[in-house]
């Protein structure tokens, strides 16, 4: 785990640095009136007006389902600069995730873990575990190797 950033040390800080970057491109951002609802079955509905920002990955690409807001999930992605709740639920290509508070437009990059949302964080908010998260990522993901 510890090649890949991950805490080898689980209950103490994590002594390593992070090496691997999930990232997804915004592909709309969204007005959602207050009272409106976002994602399948519409479970998150906006507490006030809101922007809502559609990510082109879902579970078919290895976000666990179980960091939707449904599951109780607190989870977030890094997208303008700031920490952002993914709402709603996550479908098979898409993630919503509520970016009222934060400038963001179609092609940025928002982060779902690396330098700024840990993996061992991110596999936590989906009740899982780092390797889980790995070893799941889908197929039409660009890979990048670094020196």
């Avoid at 809101?50 to 960091?67: F, H, Q």
């Avoid at 940025?108 to 061992?120: C, Y």
Wanted: proline content about 5%.
């Amino acid at each position: 785990m510890a090649l890949y950033g991950g805490n080898p040390l689980p209950g103490r800080p994590n002594p390593m640095l992070p090496v691997v970057t999930l990232e997804a491109r915004v592909l709309q951002v969204r007005d959602v009136p207050m009272g409106e609802a976002v994602g399948y079955n519409s479970t998150w509905r906006a507490t006030r007006s809101s922007k809502v920002a559609l990510l082109g990955a879902g579970y078919r690409d290895g976000i666990p389902r179980r960091m939707s807001s449904v599951f109780e999930g607190k989870a977030s992605v890094w997208l303008g600069g700031a920490r952002c709740p993914i709402v709603g639920r996550i479908s098979m290509d898409m993630t919503a995730v509520d970016v009222t508070e934060v400038q963001v437009k179609r092609g940025d990059l928002a982060e779902f873990f690396g330098h700024h949302i840990s993996l061992d964080e991110a596999a936590a908010s989906a009740g899982t575990i780092s390797w889980e998260l790995l070893t799941h990522l889908g197929s039409r993901y660009e890979y990048k190797y670094i020196k």
